[in-house]
């Protein structure tokens, strides 16, 4: 195991996994002195690399000859804000994980507070300077990880090249329900109206094509966990082709869920996976689905 001193934000430990393992159980096991939490900081706010990429997901496999490099100097704190919890942050980005019923961003219609707002007076309080521009939404019934950018470039880059630096996004949701498929996939043609509808139609005709695919995570007789993997994206996509599927989100009274036993939509924005703009490092946020999800499916 070598030790690197280099800027004053950097004491780098770098060597090579002599063994299979998880990294949250590999730390615990090399680093016993160290606190759990601590360890649990530092792989959120990204100063764990793997092979060259930087991981922040806790039971990330390691395999025997991967090389890991930990900067310990600077443990990035997950921020804790008003229904937000900064959980990465360099020169360029800003990830979060938003709390379900926090708006991404103002609209015409709602101008309670939103992701933006709350990231944006917390970041010129810091420093006046400081600005934030949001790149991508996540419904407000939602929760999980979305970013920001810290200047217009960056923001205008990610929006416009899109496909070219997101690797991959994964949602889980509980569906009501017991699926029959281990996985399958939904493809439909979704239209919006002027009420904020969304709705599938059987023509292509002024509408949008909508590719979902799932897998089933685990389920009991009332409940389904699944986790989703999108082609394209539109407003309300999966919990809309869930319901027309027959299993609708629970908790998604908008769309014909019948039950809502976490009083919230059982929708999670879980990983987002990317190619830094800037640095072209890679980038993978990933949080576990909310503890309640697992426990509605095993209950159920």
Known sequence: MKTKSGPSNQNLNSYVIQEDTELLKHLTTTYPNKKKALLKQVMGGGQIRINGDVITQFNHPLKKG???????????????LQKL??????????????????LSVASLKEKTK???????????????RNKVYIIHRLE?????????AKSKEVQEQLQNHWEDYIIDRKYVAVVEGKIKESS????NYLRSNKHNQ??????AENATEAITHFKL??????????????????????RVQMAHFGFPVTGDKKYTAKKN????VALHANLIELKHPISGEHLKFELVPPSNFRNLVAKG
Do not use: C
């Not at 399958?184 to 493809?187: D, K, Q």
């Not at 969304?198 to 023509?203: E, G, L």
């Not at 036993?261 to 919230?264: F, M």
């Open 66 to 80: 991967d090389e890991i490099q930990i900067n310990w100097a600077k443990p990035s704190k997950k921020v804790k």
């Open 85 to 102: 919890n900064i959980i990465y942050e360099d020169q360029h980005l800003i990830a979060i994980e938003k709390e379900a019923g926090l």
């Open 114 to 128: 939103n992701a933006v707002q709350i990231l944006k007076e917390h970041m010129e309080a810091i420093d006046p």
């Open 140 to 148: 407000r019934e939602a929760s999980g990880v979305l970013l920001f």
């Open 184 to 187: 399958h996939t939904l493809r």
């Open 198 to 203: 969304v709705f599938i139609v059987n023509t």
């Open 217 to 238: 995570l685990k389920q009991s007789n009332a409940y389904s966990m699944l986790e989703f993997k999108l082609e394209t994206g539109f407003k309300n996509q999966i």
């Open 261 to 264: 036993p976490l009083a919230r």
